[in-house]
């Protein structure tokens, strides 16, 4: 680097971190700030722990905690089936190709799209009871959506009928890369599928499947508004059955204009999320370092 | 061996189906007369029926939300990536105090989820009157696909060979001139996984777009289907036929550039 260019690197990274302290930077500073003061509309006095204890001790706030952590129950259902289909397409049977791109379309159609159509399939007068009943099953045709005691199953279906199609298309690039000598050899020797699956595939998939089994948990905790938005009319209905963190600060800031609160919450995931960057960054680098993330 | 074939195909068309149901009960039922409906949820219409998207199209904005939506993910995107290739540039090929510091805090943003950030740009958009403007959300949008910009474009663009760089500068090259004429054209793959993946994270958002853009005028698409649903709620056909046209672009695009999409996903795994 000549010495006369010594300002030219800051200037071309100012526009990024001016755009970077805007969007992230001040309002992780103010969060912190506005948890601890009574804000009526744009600022009010400091009032310590306040919003924190009268979150802390309601019960709405543990609701909207335990929906989510309770989503995370998906999450193993996600890895299996990503798993299986994965493994079965790099079989590379005929047709393959066509498979994986149809089997990706659920991740490419909008979340608010699809909740909608899925809430009209799942209506208690709907087309699944209609089939359910059909076969003779009426047990399993459930109030999917009005019930308060299902509705959660419901999103949770939902959430893994998407974001399945993203492990599948990871899990599959990462197959896709693997020293297929191990696995001929493996055959060679007379390996049935499921030996081969289960001793020489699956623990060379070991860092995709963290790195995916660390996205969903961040999933499942910090993004599943979109869902639950429409699948719970906007309030996380019925009842608070469908309520999660994002919605309780989305109401808390909008609905009952109180960003204190909200702000107090908005804290409390920050920290959360800060814990969680540590492993997605381990399980980031060591998917880079196989050519995968 | 063949029983082994026929098995996977078993299963993989029971994924298929799975994957699609949706999809075609969607389309299906938007064909369907009310009347026909009520009676027959899950079997073919018994008449095909366009009154529901010409309903749809006359009756409510769609065209309008989509406009909006094309200029919000355009605005964002075209921000965000002029912006993330100058630093990424910087990052990947000159020397700085505090460039380490900037590209760890800078990507491990892509964690922090966005719900997080609202309060305090809601209160300062309110202050400044920047609610329901473009520019205000255009510049929260970008800024939230900006960590992602930057780890992908420093990360490839650190795998150019030094060589072009210096053989460049030997030319006489700037640095401005040596990005637009040499490194640009040679990351346009990477450029358009880019544009791919975050246009579609604009596109697919509902938590900012209700809460900047509260204005009738500036609804987003998705933002706009919330509403619809709501107002429909028991029409279903004419809802689903909503659903159809509210999908098209994304579903002909993806037709269209299947391999950007897959090849973006797979290498954020965060966004979509």
Request: hydrophobic share 55%; with cysteine.
């Given at each position: 680097?000549?010495?006369?260019?010594?300002?030219?690197?800051?200037?071309?990274?100012?526009?990024?971190?001016?755009?970077?302290?805007?969007?992230?930077?001040?309002?992780?500073?103010?969060?912190?700030?506005?948890?601890?003061?009574?804000?009526?509309?744009?600022?009010?006095?400091?009032?310590?722990?306040?919003?924190?204890?009268?979150?802390l001790s309601?019960?709405?706030?543990?609701?909207?905690?335990l929906?989510?952590?309770?989503?995370?129950?998906?999450?193993?259902?996600?890895?299996?089936?990503?798993?299986?289909?994965?493994?079965?397409?790099?079989?590379?049977?005929?047709?393959?190709?066509?498979?994986?791109?149809?089997?990706?379309?659920?991740?490419?159609?909008?979340?608010?799209?699809?909740?909608?159509?899925?809430?009209?399939?799942?209506?208690?007068?709907?087309?699944?009871?209609?089939?359910?009943?059909?076969?003779?099953?009426?047990f399993?045709?459930?109030?999917?959506?009005?019930?308060?005691?299902?509705?959660?199953?419901?999103?949770?279906?939902?959430?893994?009928?998407?974001?399945?199609?993203?492990?599948?298309?990871?899990?599959?690039?990462?197959?896709l890369?693997?020293?297929?000598?191990?696995?001929?050899?493996?055959?060679?020797?007379?390996?049935?599928?499921?030996?081969?699956?289960?001793?020489v595939?699956?623990?060379?998939?070991?860092?995709?499947?963290?790195?995916?089994?660390?996205?969903?948990?961040?999933?499942?905790?910090?993004s599943?508004?979109?869902?639950?938005?429409?699948?719970?009319?906007?309030r996380?209905?019925?009842?608070?059955?469908?309520?999660v963190?994002?919605?309780?600060?989305?109401?808390?800031?909008?609905?009952t204009?109180?960003?204190?609160?909200?702000?107090?919450?908005?804290?409390?995931?920050?920290?959360?999320s800060?814990?969680?960057?540590?492993?997605?960054?381990?399980?980031?680098?060591?998917?880079?370092?196989e050519?995968?993330? | 061996?063949?029983?082994?074939?026929?098995?996977?195909?078993?299963?993989?068309?029971?994924?298929?189906?799975?994957?699609?149901?949706?999809?075609?009960?969607m389309?299906?039922?938007?064909l369907?007369?009310?009347?026909?409906?009520?009676?027959?949820k899950?079997?073919?219409?018994?008449?095909v029926?366009?009154?529901?998207?010409?309903n749809?199209?006359?009756?409510s904005p769609?065209?309008?939300?989509?406009?909006?939506?094309?200029?919000?993910?355009a605005?964002?995107?075209?921000?965000?990536t002029?912006?993330?290739?100058?630093?990424?540039?910087?990052?990947?090929?000159?020397?700085?105090?505090?460039?380490?510091?900037?590209?760890?805090?800078?990507?491990?943003?892509?964690?922090?989820?966005?719900?997080?950030?609202?309060?305090?740009?809601?209160?300062?958009?309110?202050?400044?009157?920047?609610?329901?403007?473009?520019?205000?959300?255009?510049?929260?949008?970008?800024?939230?696909?900006?960590?992602?910009?930057?780890?992908?474009?420093?990360?490839?663009?650190?795998?150019?060979?030094?060589?072009?760089?210096?053989?460049?500068?030997?030319?006489?090259?700037?640095?401005?001139?040596?990005?637009?004429?040499?490194?640009?054209?040679?990351?346009?793959?990477?450029?358009?996984?880019?544009?791919?993946?975050?246009?579609?994270?604009?596109?697919?958002?509902?938590?900012?777009?209700?809460?900047?853009?509260?204005?009738?005028?500036?609804?987003?698409?998705?933002?706009g289907?919330?509403?619809?649903?709501?107002?429909?709620?028991?029409?279903?056909?004419?809802t689903m036929?909503?659903?159809?046209?509210?999908?098209?672009?994304?579903?002909?695009?993806?037709?269209?550039?299947?391999?950007?999409?897959?090849?973006?996903?797979?290498?954020?795994?965060?966004k979509?």
């Open positions: 680097m000549r010495h006369s260019f010594k300002l030219t690197p800051y200037l071309y990274v100012l526009p990024l971190v001016v755009l970077l302290l805007f969007v992230f930077g001040y309002p992780l500073v103010r969060i912190f700030e506005f948890s601890f003061k009574l804000i009526r509309g744009i600022d009010g006095p400091w009032i310590g722990f306040r919003n924190y204890e009268l979150i309601q019960d709405l706030f543990w609701e909207s905690v929906h989510n952590l309770f989503l995370l129950l998906a999450v193993p259902v996600m890895v299996v089936w990503s798993l299986l289909i994965s493994i079965v397409l790099y079989d590379r049977i005929t047709g393959w190709k066509l498979y994986r791109i149809v089997l990706f379309v659920p991740y490419i159609l909008a979340i608010p799209i699809i909740a909608v159509v899925m809430k009209k399939m799942f209506q208690f007068s709907g087309p699944v009871n209609e089939v359910l009943h059909w076969l003779g099953v009426d399993l045709a459930l109030d999917w959506i009005g019930s308060s005691s299902v509705a959660l199953w419901t999103v949770m279906l939902l959430i893994i009928w998407r974001e399945s199609a993203l492990g599948i298309i990871l899990f599959l690039a990462r197959l890369s693997l020293d297929e000598s191990l696995i001929e050899a493996a055959k060679l020797e007379g390996a049935s599928w499921w030996q081969r699956t289960w001793y595939i699956v623990p060379q998939m070991k860092v995709v499947i963290e790195f995916y089994v660390v996205v969903s948990v961040i999933t499942m905790l910090s599943v508004f979109s869902y639950v938005y429409i699948m719970g009319s906007g996380g209905g019925p009842g608070t059955s469908t309520m963190v994002e919605l309780y600060i989305f109401s808390a800031l909008i609905k204009s109180l960003p204190g609160i909200a702000s107090a919450v908005s804290v409390l995931l920050f920290l959360v800060l814990l969680l960057i540590v492993p997605l960054f381990a399980v980031r680098r060591r998917a880079n370092e050519e995968v993330g | 061996m063949k029983s082994d074939r026929t098995l996977k195909h078993g299963v993989l068309l029971v994924a298929t189906f799975i994957a699609l149901v949706p999809s075609i009960f389309v299906v039922t938007s369907k007369s009310d009347d026909d409906y009520t009676v027959n899950v079997g073919l219409p018994l008449a029926v366009f009154d529901h998207f010409e749809v199209l006359f009756q769609f065209f309008a939300w989509m406009g909006n939506s094309i200029v919000l993910a605005g964002a995107v075209i921000l965000s002029v912006v993330s290739c100058l630093g990424a540039y910087a990052i990947a090929r000159m020397e700085f105090k505090g460039r380490g510091l900037l590209f760890s805090v800078g990507t491990a943003l892509m964690a922090v989820p966005p719900v997080v950030m609202i309060v305090p740009l809601f209160v300062l958009y309110s202050q400044l009157g920047l609610i329901s403007t473009f520019r205000g959300a255009i510049v929260i949008y970008a800024g939230l696909i900006t960590p992602f910009s930057v780890y992908l474009l420093t990360t490839f663009f650190r795998t150019l060979p030094r060589e072009l760089f210096e053989s460049a500068r030997m030319d006489g090259a700037g640095d401005l001139r040596i990005l637009w004429k040499i490194v640009l054209p040679l990351s346009l793959p990477a450029l358009l996984t880019l544009v791919v993946v975050n246009a579609l994270y604009v596109w697919n958002d509902l938590i900012i777009a209700i809460i900047f853009l509260q204005d009738d005028s500036k609804r987003t698409l998705m933002a289907i919330s509403i619809f649903q709501g107002r429909y709620d028991n029409q279903i056909p004419l036929a909503g659903m159809v046209i509210a999908s098209a672009p994304m579903v002909m695009l993806y037709i269209a550039f299947q391999k950007y999409f897959i090849q973006g996903v797979t290498l954020t795994g965060m979509g």
